[in-house]
């Protein structure tokens, strides 16, 4: 069973901050990697994905893979408030059809 | 463009009644279907998955279940509720290795 750890549970940076957010995962044979934002109270939405090591950017989003650490994290430029949510990262195994685990979660708070 | 439509969008109802919460995609043939729970500041647990109508596996067991009747469709349901049942349940679509696309969610309270 793939076990997917995040790390911070909660963060508060004021706005224009650089912030990072972290996530582990158990099976070195994970293949798929996601971040999710879920707004309070609303279905979780997909961010940006990463498959192979490296690091890849969305505009004020990067994503960094490294998966001999078991490790990758979502750094965010510039935070806005807007930014505000729960952070989810998912990760799913090479099974036939996408079977994604979820972290709990970070909570993210950019005060302005 | 795809939709998905889930139904009720909150249910208050009695420990020991049945449940039946729906959910609905248009715009997409075959999809690979998912319910998911996520209790209050929880994670986001997958209970059941569906590649094809008619065969629906179970992830976890939380005394419930779930079909797939028609290929658009897929229903989660019970026959007693219990008060731990509480929680968000989201259903979701994706095809291939795609991200998940998540439903509006229904939000149950077992009082």
């Known amino acids: 069973q793939q076990n997917v750890q995040q790390s911070p549970e909660s963060l508060i940076v004021p706005e224009g901050a650089r912030t990072s957010l972290n996530c582990t995962f158990s099976d070195s044979a994970s293949q798929y990697f996601w971040w999710y934002r879920q707004h309070s109270g609303k279905a979780p939405k997909a961010l940006m994905?990463?498959?192979?090591?490296g690091e890849k950017e969305e505009g004020r989003f990067t994503i960094h893979l490294n998966k001999a650490s078991l490790h990758f994290s979502l750094h965010i430029r510039d935070s806005q408030p807007s930014d505000s949510a729960l952070y989810l990262c998912?990760?799913?195994?090479?099974?036939?059809?996408?079977?994604?685990?979820f972290g709990k979660g970070t909570s993210l708070t950019v005060i302005p | 463009a795809q939709t998905i439509h889930q139904w009720p969008v909150a249910e208050i109802k009695a420990v020991g009644s049945p449940l039946s919460l729906g959910c609905t995609i248009k715009?997409?043939?075959?999809?690979?279907l998912y319910w998911y729970w996520q209790a209050t500041g929880g994670t986001l647990q997958q209970l059941f998955y569906?590649?094809?109508?008619?065969?629906v596996e179970s992830v976890v067991q939380l005394n419930l279940s779930a079909s797939r009747p028609k290929d658009d469709q897929f229903i989660l349901s019970t026959e007693k509720l219990l008060l731990s049942h509480s929680g968000f349940y989201l259903c979701?679509?994706?095809?291939?290795?795609?991200?998940?696309?998540f439903g509006s969610g229904t939000r149950l309270l077992v009082i």
């Open positions: 998912a990760v799913s195994l090479n099974t036939g059809y996408q079977n994604f685990y």
């Open positions: 994905s990463i498959f192979s090591n």
């Open positions: 715009g997409k043939s075959s999809p690979n």
């Open positions: 569906s590649i094809t109508v008619g065969q």
């Open positions: 979701a679509w994706s095809q291939g290795y795609s991200d998940y696309t």
